[in-house]
């Protein structure tokens, strides 16, 4: 059994000059403008609510996470996804589990988790061994079961993600990672992605 904390990594992004200049070029046909601060251009555009034109840029990122926040994030329709299949990949070493926001493994209830996801794996792997194919023996794992999945969002429905998940209301895995990809964004890209307050999600925004 291999227990790891959830991560992601950006494997394909724009620089900020060529996201700045596609959507300036694109938004600048509707109203035949040439404007000189592109920053600024591209600001007043998400303020006045003009985004379907920023949906000409794209952010590609890989999750490696828990399933039960895949099955949260691929609710967001307007992205593509490309997600490890349990069905065809059969776990014969160490099935890997993500460590829940909750779980300290020096605590009882963190000891109880573990003990249930080894229980998991013995039986997956039991099923395994006497036949069972992978597709029908990934029944007995868990949520917590670790899942990797490359995902790519328009910069319009990555704004929608991180005001939907870094709410209070979103779960709090799902939650700690879109508040981790926005600050990552923000720093990349502030003229797209610096309006957005994480902590208006505090007050129930």
Avoid at 26 to 33: F, N, P
Wanted: with cysteine; glycine share 4%; proline share 4%.
């Amino acid at each position: 059994m291999k227990l790891i904390d959830q991560h992601f990594e950006v494997i394909n992004s724009p620089s900020y000059s060529e996201a700045l200049s596609v959507i300036t070029d694109a938004a600048s046909t509707c109203y035949k403008s040439r404007p000189k601060n592109k920053e600024r251009f591209v600001s007043g555009l998400i303020k006045s609510g003009h985004t379907s034109t920023i949906e000409h840029m794209s952010l590609t990122f890989r999750l490696v996470t828990d399933r039960a926040v895949t099955h949260e994030l691929v609710r967001h329709r307007i992205a593509s996804y490309s997600q490890e299949s349990q069905r065809y990949c059969a776990y014969r070493d160490d099935v890997t589990f993500i460590i829940p926001h909750w779980v300290d493994l020096k605590r009882a209830e963190g000891f109880r988790w573990s003990y249930a996801m080894q229980e998991a794996e013995f039986s997956y792997k039991k099923l395994l061994s006497l036949g069972v194919r992978p597709e029908d023996a990934r029944a007995v794992l868990p949520n917590s079961c670790a899942t990797e999945i490359v995902c790519t969002f328009n910069f319009r429905s990555l704004i929608n993600f991180f005001v939907l998940r870094t709410a209070r209301a979103a779960h709090p895995d799902i939650r700690r990672f879109a508040r981790e990809l926005l600050t990552w964004c923000q720093d990349k890209y502030p003229a797209f992605f610096g309006h957005i307050d994480p902590s208006k999600g505090d007050k129930g925004h």
